[in-house]
């Protein structure tokens, strides 16, 4: 038997691999009248590897912040049963566990990028010298090679994403708990932080919680894989291999991304396209108050089209899907509203006014948690409708349809900021959808989705696209761009090829 461990002597213990369990444990956020989690018996060995998965909204995240100790602070609900960070409640067992969140905006707190990965052992009183040592370590091993002054704000979101991570190894704690940690990566970067993670737990030997809708990535890093079903309760518990063989066809129908037997679009969408509505012309573009990206762009935008824009972490898809949406100036050369588009407005689209722009340009920003307007979710979705002039039996309409296929509706009710990281991406796209823009802007707009949710998203867009709008998409998502996409834009630091 293991001597239990007290308040006094948890110190000595830091950096050990951490036990992790729920006893009949479950919990209902405050305003649901659902459980998020309901009556988990699971235990987690020191040591273990573990991949949690299961449908967007199952309590995924709810059980990784129970066991980080967060939740009942800021967070309200009701509990039931018990969870334990090896014999201590999660509140109790501070810097035991690492918890690295599903958004990494939430997660950035100081201005520069040493400080931040410093700030986690700072506040466990590790001492001085130590400390620097670690955040080197620590930012080397999510290839995170920025410098520790460079600016927090100025990093792209998968190099925040890396951020996150890095900030909670530095804590060395004895379990690392991580939600969608590579949901913002391009493929390669998400592969980096994947063995970044290997090294570090092959190293500490640290028990490791994933949660992530794509198995493949972690397949062979983890020995065991838990399935929570769409109401919260354990599912199914065993090795990778068992469960995807014995239980693969079962949970590819709830959702779950089993290798082989990913979703598919009913066809591909044919790449006949109509009228041109946005054209980019030697146009380099800058982010705010920087230099210009190091490629040049000349494209062409049509209605009927889904262009995807790839490419690394950082490159500058996001600024350009903002610079083409008229939101930020090219920095050189230009982008030119076809006179379809303009509908007789003069002159490029960043010297339009915000009104004239939103009628043309839906627009979907990578982290979604920063759009919401409305206190409902059934509001949300109502405000580009109605702002559209229909009436209120059109936008009733309008608005009830599109929360069935989003599998929003149970949540009509709620607030938006109160939804799961998956939730919030289908309602943020589900706005932009829903004035039928002529342009359709999307920044990683399958992020976060499990496998039923991202086929009636994909279709979803496909229908706006098929209808006559051009849309054009920024992801990482190799499934979406060869699904969805018509043409593929692949920006690098050498160029743009296709
Ligand atoms: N702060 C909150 N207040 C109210 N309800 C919440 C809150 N956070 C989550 N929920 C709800 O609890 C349920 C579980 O959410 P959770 O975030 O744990 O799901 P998840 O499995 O992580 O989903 P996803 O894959 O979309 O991230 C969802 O229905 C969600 O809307
Ligand atoms: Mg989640």
Same mark, same amino acid.
């Not at 506040?123 to 091993?141: H, K, Q, T």
């Given at each position: 038997?293991?001597?239990?461990?007290? =308040?006094?002597?948890?110190?000595?213990?830091?950096?050990?691999? $951490?036990?992790?369990?729920?006893?009949?444990? &479950?919990?209902?956020?405050?305003?649901?009248?659902?459980?998020?989690?309901?009556?988990?018996?699971?235990?987690?060995?020191?040591?273990?590897?573990? %991949?949690?998965?299961?449908?967007?909204?199952?309590?995924?995240?709810?059980?990784?912040?129970?066991?980080?100790?967060?939740? @009942?602070? $800021? /967070?309200?609900?009701?509990?039931?049963?018990?969870?334990?960070?090896?014999?201590?409640?999660?509140?109790?067992?501070?810097?035991?566990?690492?918890?690295?969140?599903?958004?990494?905006?939430?997660?950035?707190?100081?201005?520069?990028?040493?400080?931040?990965?410093?700030?986690?052992?700072?506040?466990? @009183?590790?001492?001085?010298?130590?400390?620097?040592?670690?955040?080197?370590?620590?930012?080397?091993?999510?290839?995170?090679?920025?410098?520790?002054?460079?600016?927090?704000?100025?990093?792209?979101? &998968?190099?925040?994403?890396?951020?996150?991570?890095?900030?909670?190894? $530095?804590?060395?704690?004895?379990?690392?708990?991580?939600?969608?940690? +590579?949901?913002?990566?391009?493929?390669?970067?998400?592969?980096?932080?994947?063995?970044?993670?290997? /090294?570090?737990?092959?190293?500490?030997?640290?028990?490791?919680?994933?949660?992530?809708?794509?198995?493949?990535?972690?397949?062979?890093?983890?020995?065991?894989?838990?399935?929570?079903?769409?109401?919260?309760?354990?599912?199914?518990?065993?090795?990778?291999?068992?469960?995807?063989?014995?239980?693969?066809?079962?949970?590819?129908?709830?959702?779950?991304?089993?290798?082989?037997?990913?979703?598919?679009?009913?066809?591909?969408?044919?790449?006949?396209? &109509?009228?041109?509505?946005?054209?980019?012309?030697?146009?380099?573009?800058?982010?705010?108050?920087?230099?210009?990206?190091?490629?040049?762009?000349?494209? +062409?935008?049509?209605?009927?089209?889904?262009?995807?824009?790839?490419?690394?972490?950082?490159?500058?898809?996001?600024?350009?899907?903002?610079? %083409?949406?008229?939101?930020?100036?090219?920095?050189?050369?230009?982008?030119?509203?076809?006179?379809?588009?303009? &509908?007789?407005? $003069?002159?490029?689209?960043?010297?339009?006014?915000?009104?004239?722009?939103? +009628?043309?340009?839906?627009?979907?920003?990578?982290?979604?948690?920063?759009?919401?307007?409305?206190?409902?979710?059934?509001? /949300?979705?109502?405000?580009?409708?109605?702002?559209?002039?229909?009436?209120?039996?059109?936008?009733?309409?309008?608005?009830?349809?599109?929360?069935?296929?989003?599998?929003?509706?149970?949540?009509?009710?709620?607030?938006?900021?109160?939804?799961?990281?998956?939730?919030?991406?289908?309602?943020?796209?589900?706005?932009?959808?829903?004035?039928?823009?002529?342009?359709?802007?999307?920044?990683?707009?399958?992020?976060?989705?499990?496998?039923?949710?991202?086929?009636?998203?994909?279709?979803?867009?496909?229908?706006?696209?098929?209808? @006559?709008?051009?849309?054009?998409?920024?992801? =990482?998502?190799?499934?979406?761009?060869?699904?969805?996409?018509?043409?593929?834009?692949?920006? +690098?630091?050498? @160029?743009?090829?296709?």
């Amino acid at each position: 038997m293991t001597p239990p461990v007290t =308040h006094s002597d948890t110190a000595t213990h830091l950096g050990a691999p $951490a036990r992790l369990s729920a006893h009949g444990w &479950g919990w209902r956020h405050a305003g649901r009248r659902a459980w998020a989690v309901r009556a988990l018996d699971v235990s987690i060995e020191p040591g273990e590897r573990v %991949l949690l998965l299961g449908p967007s909204g199952s309590g995924k995240s709810t059980l990784l912040a129970g066991l980080a100790g967060v939740l @009942g602070g $800021a /967070e309200e609900g009701e509990t039931e049963g018990t969870l334990r960070v090896d014999r201590d409640q999660p509140a109790a067992a501070r810097g035991r566990v690492g918890l690295v969140l599903q958004d990494p905006e939430s997660h950035a707190v100081m201005a520069r990028v040493g400080d931040d990965v410093a700030f986690g052992p700072e506040n466990l @009183g590790v001492p001085r010298d130590e400390i620097w040592s670690r955040v080197d370590a620590a930012l080397a091993a999510v290839g995170l090679d920025v410098g520790r002054a460079h600016s927090t704000s100025a990093l792209s979101g &998968g190099q925040k994403q890396r951020l996150a991570l890095a900030g909670v190894l $530095a804590m060395r704690p004895g379990a690392l708990l991580l939600d969608e940690p +590579t949901a913002n990566l391009d493929p390669a970067g998400a592969r980096e932080v994947r063995d970044a993670v290997a /090294e570090v737990i092959d190293r500490t030997g640290a028990t490791l919680l994933v949660v992530e809708h794509r198995v493949d990535l972690w397949h062979d890093l983890v020995n065991r894989v838990l399935v929570l079903g769409a109401d919260g309760s354990l599912i199914a518990d065993g090795t990778p291999a068992r469960i995807l063989e014995e239980r693969g066809a079962e949970l590819a129908a709830g959702g779950v991304w089993v290798p082989g037997r990913e979703p598919r679009l009913a066809s591909r969408p044919a790449g006949s396209a &109509g009228p041109e509505m946005v054209s980019a012309t030697a146009l380099r573009v800058a982010r705010e108050r920087g230099r210009p990206l190091p490629w040049t762009l000349d494209a +062409t935008f049509s209605a009927g089209e889904t262009v995807a824009l790839t490419g690394p972490n950082g490159v500058g898809k996001s600024t350009l899907a903002l610079t %083409l949406a008229g939101l930020v100036p090219p920095a050189a050369g230009s982008v030119d509203a076809s006179p379809e588009l303009a &509908g007789g407005l $003069a002159g490029a689209p960043h010297r339009w006014r915000s009104r004239e722009l939103l +009628t043309r340009f839906g627009m979907v920003f990578q982290a979604p948690e920063h759009q919401f307007v409305a206190a409902t979710v059934r509001e /949300e979705l109502a405000v580009g409708p109605r702002s559209l002039g229909l009436s209120e039996a059109e936008v009733e309409a309008h608005v009830g349809g599109l929360l069935d296929r989003l599998g929003l509706a149970a949540l009509a009710g709620a607030n938006p900021f109160t939804l799961s990281g998956g939730q919030k991406r289908r309602l943020s796209v589900g706005t932009a959808l829903a004035t039928r823009p002529r342009v359709l802007l999307l920044d990683e707009p399958t992020f976060g989705q499990d496998a039923l949710s991202w086929a009636s998203l994909v279709e979803l867009i496909d229908e706006v696209r098929a209808e @006559g709008s051009a849309v054009i998409a920024a992801s =990482h998502d190799e499934h979406f761009v060869r699904e969805a996409a018509t043409t593929q834009l692949r920006l +690098t630091a050498a @160029g743009v090829g296709s």
